[in-house]
DNA sequence: CATGAATGAGCCTTCATTCAT
DNA sequence: CATGAATGAAGGCTCATTCAT
């Protein structure tokens, strides 16, 4: 069935661009690791440039549009930072491939490819500016350099793709939760417990 | 000159190793940026890939020797991370590309040159690993997954390499503070502001 | 309906054999031209080099038919020639394309079908060599390379498929017109004008 | 050596372009021809379609110059006539490969590399234009349609390539003299004869 | 009648590397 | 010290063709 194979296309790419990056990864490894003919990935594809992008747009949409769903009402500015950090964490704890591409790989992409997704990456970091500004203005948060602790802050709740493995100790929601004291933490917001 | 030439390579190797990946990265890129014929290029280098790892064993080797001198003798643990700290935000403030290729291309390595970089790595996250597990002992810093705690905090600190830009209005000096100022708040320390 | 759809393949192979050249017209070129798919296409024809086969053969079996057909009874020489030229440049000129395959891609064909098409080919230049000849025998034509001369006149005649446009102000009739005042000049037949 | 094995490069381009056309002609086939791998063709050419580009302009450029300096000074149209013919009789006699290619394969050509080809073969064309419109405004030759009259003689002596055969019994001189005689015939020019 | 799915073979080109000079 | 010349292997991608549906 068409499905699934252009599935399977998806699937394996994600893997191996993580694993192996975009440019260590072959067409012929790709068509392997799809059970299909490098020719037949074709049908199922653009070039590998566009499949990458592809990947890279579909990740991030979805995770931009479940971000603001999470958010939406919400006006407590910790309550809106303690959802975005959750279900950054846990996406990136569950799905840690595509976000490496994600995080990895947009420099490979040419201007044209890369402007939609930086688009959506910038849309994004925008809904963790916004809540932290808030929490400044309300006194809840506190720090000096905004900009820098919104960035170190996002690059700590990125690492999780990059070490976590759910054949460990820590469940998901341990996780979330200790990133979440974390990140209040970073914020300068007083301690819950 | 020899010395100059290589050198050179080793420069341009940093440089595109960073931007563009290794895969992403031709012989004939580095030539070029080396001023130098593909064929002479293997006058001032092994392989490809010994290159790579050359590069990475010197970066955190340095990275290494330079952390254990800069805490030889520090008993205080919170004075002992934030040397450590302050230390590798200034590093990869400072060489961001050697940063860089550290921090993504380990993956390319064959078993053999993997091995004693991420030794080498390991050496240095345990200096961080004991400071912390100090101050936890001595009551200084509070985390109830000291684990999950380091690993955060490290890659909080890495992803300096990926944004900081010198022609930013913030200097290395505040950067490094600012990140004292995080490290400790993650940590758990009581803030000293 | 079949044939309609079989008449659209045939005149896309035509149209892009003539302007991308046999090699240079893929299968999906053809589909899409024909609006078909490229599956759909073996339905109307067997292979690539079969069609262009059969292109050949039909337009050079019309063209040989034809001219039969015109020279038939006619015994004076010049007046033999005056009609072959005429056929030959106004069908030329009205299908340039198929002309042009014909002359051009003569070479792809592989040997059983290429023999064919080289005897038809043949066939026709007989009736041109024979009329020549006889306009020879008769003291209407001179010239002391009969064979050059006869190759000569036909390859300025095979021109017009070349350079021949229906859009400029020059009438088919004026077109064939004035290629038989020039093939009579080739021939050295004594100017009627 | 190198200039060798880039004149064999070249010598086999030619050959198989026109034998087998552009399309026709694998990297292969051109490795295999010009005795080196055919990744070490590329030492030695640009793209393929650079190669052509190469070839043809370097044959038309040749042709060119050759066609001026022969014609320079010469006042009588006939002559400057004359001179054309037995150049451009010889030049695709003796390369009918590269002429046939020059004919040919145009239009495979990207626009930009197709513009410098056309500009020359239109400049070459031009010096036949000027001579003939010369012999008409002197008398000497009588056409009504100077210019299909012009791309008729053109046709008609490009055609050398395709058939002449330096195996045959006509010599070089023999086919120029008859081609002379034909050129004037079709300018009705007075016989010399 | 029509086509999506599939592929082995092949396309042009670039790869990292070696070596004679 | 330096490099042109050379190449086997591999790169991404397209080819003409078949066949089950």
Redesign the pocket.
Known sequence: M??A?RERVRRAAVKLFATKGF?G?????LAQAAK?????????MG???ELLAEIMVDCLGRLLETAKATIDGVTDPAERLTRLVTLHVMTHARQPNETRVVDNEIGVLSPRLRRSVVQLRDSYEQLWSDAIDEGLRAGLFHTEQPGVTRIALLEMCNGVARWYSPRGALTLDDLAGHYVQLAMRVLGAPDRG
Chains 1, 2, 3, 4 share one sequence.
């Open positions: 068409a499905v194979s440019h990864t072959g067409i012929r490894d299909l003919s490098s020719a037949s990935l074709y049908h199922y070039t590998k440039e």
